[in-house]
């Protein structure tokens, strides 16, 4: 019944919270400078483009500062076990016992939760106190990390904020319950200090980087922070801590509400959907050229998962047009030129869906109603089946670089970039939420088993997203962009020129010189494990 209550407040949630007045402008001026200071770390900056921003580098070498930015934290509850809370809880435990701190980190869970012999696999045990009935653990904990879904959240939120203990601090990855509240008019209470730590990559990648990178100094996932109220004069600091610990090679600050806008909607964008809708259509447009199915997947997905993330992951977005001869050029630039402004108008739908509520909206409705209709598979289609073929037979050193294709691929990632960038976001967040987490986290998983694979080990507010977006990607390319090629319509040298010359190229190599230690490996042991929906 409160849940039926809730929902109903959030259909008729007043503009005050999301009207467009409410969020920023559209603008065609520089994203927002951020700076922050800490006692305890040793923030730095960065020039990312037209900006200056405060970043904090990470690494192992500076364990030995946990216990300080940990102070007064003697218990950490971490509630649930979906993508996040495994990879966050380990890497937590291991840091914090590395670091001589004598903090415990407890996971809690629904009483009766199939997940109970999960975590115990992973070292937590009801015996010794790190697993238990999650309002027992939250009650008992002096940060409470709260990674059970975000729909989940949306529902428990006011049982949750009466076990807290007085003093405690609420610790998030997500800006999503935030604009839930928002949206009923709600607020956390104001007693307790609210922080976030976000890292830019589904759980699973951000424990097997930690665990790859434990001979490096350290590697993990870039992770955003925000501290959204401050109570205790602290919760920076513990952010920090949060994130160090984690293994995150930098952390770079936010707002939960700048958070949860970039980040709904870039799962949505090219992190997932786009890019699944562009492999299918890419995929069908090659066959009907005259392609096989097989060629058809090695010159649409591998190419994308191959060879041109990793390109951008090392040496940036305008490397993959730079490393081009003349006439691959020209396909670029035609495919590019076709692909820019139909992505565009799904990715500002999307964007104001996301800032309206309304996507919150189909989360909530989304969890309400998953009982009756479960997640499905999304791999079971003839593009996705001839992928495991073509992964059998796979030669890593024969993988092309498609023109065509990388010219639609990054044309949705500029559009992606330019819709967050017109809204006001800084450029440590466009660039991570549109490339770093798309080209380190998420496509290895795709180029490694598929996309389920990479779509179903993230959370079911991305889960949900990519489902709903995906095909109307695959349609307005198919619709809009295909055809204008196809009719001979003529490059908008305009629009070429505007990407070659993009601010945001100097703040992703920017970004590259703070990349992980260590590529990804999918082929490595890891003690997280990764989601396959049969």
């Known amino acids: ?77 971490v509630i649930g076990w979906g993508s996040q809370a495994p990879a966050q809880a380990q890497n937590l435990r291991d840091s914090l016992a590395e670091a001589g701190a004598d903090i415990s980190v407890t996971i809690g869970l629904r009483e009766g939760s199939s997940s109970f012999g999960e975590a115990k696999e992973c070292g937590f045990s009801e015996e010794d106190g790190t697993l238990g009935e999650m309002f027992d653990v939250i009650k008992n904990s002096d940060l409470v990390i709260l990674l059970i879904s975000d729909a989940a959240q949306a529902k428990l939120y006011k049982e949750i904020f009466a076990a807290m203990k007085k003093g405690a601090t609420l610790g998030l990855s997500h800006g999503f319950l935030l604009g839930y509240l928002d949206s009923i008019g709600e607020k956390f209470p104001e007693d307790m200090d609210v922080i976030a730590v976000c890292p830019k990559g589904m759980g699973p990648s951000v424990r097997r980087l930690y665990e790859q990178g434990k001979e490096v100094n350290g590697a993990g996932i870039n992770a955003s922070f925000g501290v959204h109220q401050n109570v205790s004069g602290k919760a920076t600091d513990l952010a920090l801590g949060w994130g160090v610990a984690l293994g995150s090679p930098f952390m770079f600050e936010t707002t939960l509400r700048s958070e949860y806008k970039s980040d709904i909607f870039g799962e949505r964008g090219i992190l997932l959907g786009a890019v699944h809708g562009i492999v299918e259509s890419l995929y069908r447009r090659y066959q009907r050229q005259g392609m096989s199915a097989e060629q058809a997947f090695v010159e649409s997905s591998e190419s994308i998962t191959g060879k041109i993330v990793k390109t951008i992951s090392t040496e940036g977005i305008r490397a993959v047009y730079e490393k081009m001869d003349d006439d691959d050029k020209k396909t670029f630039e035609t ?30 409705m989304h969890g309400d109603r998953i009982a009756k209709f479960p997640v499905g598979k999304i791999d079971g289609t003839d593009t996705w089946k001839v992928g495991e073929k073509v992964r059998a037979e796979r030669d890593e050193d024969k993988i092309p670089v498609n023109a065509f294709t990388a010219g639609v691929y990054v044309a949705t990632m500029m559009a992606q970039c330019d819709v967050l960038l017109e809204a006001g976001h800084p450029y440590s967040e466009v ?97 997280t494990k990764e989601i396959v929906i049969q």
């Open 431 to 527: 660039v991570n939420e549109s490339v770093i987490e798309a080209v380190d986290s998420l496509c290895p998983y795709m180029h490694y088993r598929g996309v389920a694979f990479m779509v179903d080990n993230c959370s079911f507010t991305a889960k949900t997203g990519s489902r709903k977006w995906a095909p109307r990607f695959d349609y307005i390319l198919d619709q809009l962009a295909y055809t204008a090629v196809d009719s001979g319509a003529a490059v908008d040298s305009t629009l070429i020129e505007a990407f070659k010359v993009h601010k945001v190229h100097e703040a992703v190599e920017e970004c590259c010189k703070l990349r992980p230690a260590v590529d990804i490996s999918l082929f490595a042991d890891t003690s």
């Open 335 to 364: 495919a590019y030129s076709a692909s820019y402004l139909p992505s565009k108008e799904i990715l500002q739908e999307i964007y104001d869906e996301v800032a309206s509520g309304n996507e919150i909206r189909t989360v909530i």
């Open 1 to 77: 019944m409160k849940f039926t209550i809730a929902l109903s407040a959030l259909m008729m949630a007043s503009a005050t919270a999301f009207a467009p007045a409410a969020f920023m402008p559209r603008t065609a001026s520089s994203a927002l400078s951020m700076s922050f200071s800490s006692d305890v770390f040793t923030p730095q900056e960065v020039n990312f483009a037209d900006t200056t921003e405060t970043i904090v580098k990470g690494g192992r070498d500076l364990f030995p500062l946990l216990p300080k930015a940990f102070e007064g934290i003697e218990k950490i509850g």
